[in-house]
């Protein structure tokens, strides 16, 4: 792969918008963040650019496999399902929290939640789905992709079509800063301390190829004091 890049100039990257590590740049029209960020230096360490793929949740793995694209270059939760099918460099580690609506007053605690009878709304391919289920079994779980220009469904709280959705637990913070009328559930101490299903993230490319994932390796290792910065500056 190394040598395909060298010799096309170009590197293809499935993204998705997943803050903090992938932002979108409406200005420039393009991605922000330091997965952009290192991606940008990995082409440029072998005299190549960076093709962005926008993709979705639900089929980019699907995609990886298919030779759609090299790398699948968001904040990819590496289980076990998706090991089987692809190489993970992974960078960080997250976890999920929720958020409801403040003057619903339904639910503030994980206890409250396994013992009310609520709904919520998460991102169709989240991997966590079928783990949700069995940890909050009163709940109505609904998927759908998120809306057009959206990486949240917090308007289908605010509307009360659902009680409940998913946000990265080190989102906590910025989320509650922004959208007063919503409330993080558990705390945002909670959910920066043990957010849900807490697993190591990373970006993702297809087996049989160590030369690749090793030169990957050594770019994400490289960036690491932006990642960590990235995820502190989100977390305050």
Not at 26 to 54: C, H, N, R, S
Not at 137 to 150: N, Y
């Amino acid at each position: 792969m190394v040598d395909q890049i060298r010799a096309e100039g170009v590197i293809k990257v499935g993204v998705i918008v997943s803050p903090p590590f992938v932002m979108q740049d409406p200005i420039a029209d393009g991605y922000t963040g330091p997965i952009p960020v290192f991606m940008e230096a990995a082409a440029k360490g072998l005299g190549a650019k960076v093709e962005w793929v926008p993709v979705n949740w639900d089929t980019m793995m699907a995609g990886l496999q298919a030779n759609q694209y090299e790398v699948l270059g968001t904040a990819v939760y590496a289980t076990e399902t998706r090991k089987k099918v692809a190489k993970f460099v992974n960078f960080s580690r997250s976890g999920v929290c929720y958020v409801s609506l403040k003057s619903a007053g339904q639910v503030a605690t994980r206890e409250e939640m396994r013992s009310t009878k609520l709904s919520i709304v998460i991102p169709a391919g989240a991997s966590f789905t079928q783990d949700f289920s069995k940890a909050y079994p009163q709940i109505e779980v609904a998927t759908k992709p998120f809306p057009p220009g959206a990486n949240d469904f917090f308007d289908d709280v605010r509307t009360g079509r659902y009680d409940l959705t998913i946000i990265e637990g080190v989102l906590a913070p910025q989320v509650a800063a922004l959208n007063p009328d919503l409330q993080v559930v558990p705390s945002i101490e909670q959910c920066l301390a043990s957010p849900d299903f807490p697993i190591e993230i990373g970006i993702a490319v297809n087996r049989g190829d160590p030369a690749f994932e090793t030169y990957l390796s050594g770019v994400i290792e490289a960036a690491a004091p932006e990642i960590e910065a990235a995820v502190k500056n989100n977390s305050k």
